[in-house]
């Protein structure tokens, strides 16, 4: 799983393609949550994976 804020989405939605060659599945975070952004830092908004 990998959390993005809106601006990574597109780079998650595709190293998740790339990695498991499946159409990932794409949630949004639960507001003012503690997640964080596995390329940037910020504020995640959005979950992607395959399971």
Known sequence: MIYCCEEHVELALDETVDEHELAPK????VENSDFICGYC???AIYIVGNE
């Open 26 to 29: 794409l949630e949004k975070v």
């Open 41 to 43: 830092g910020k504020q």
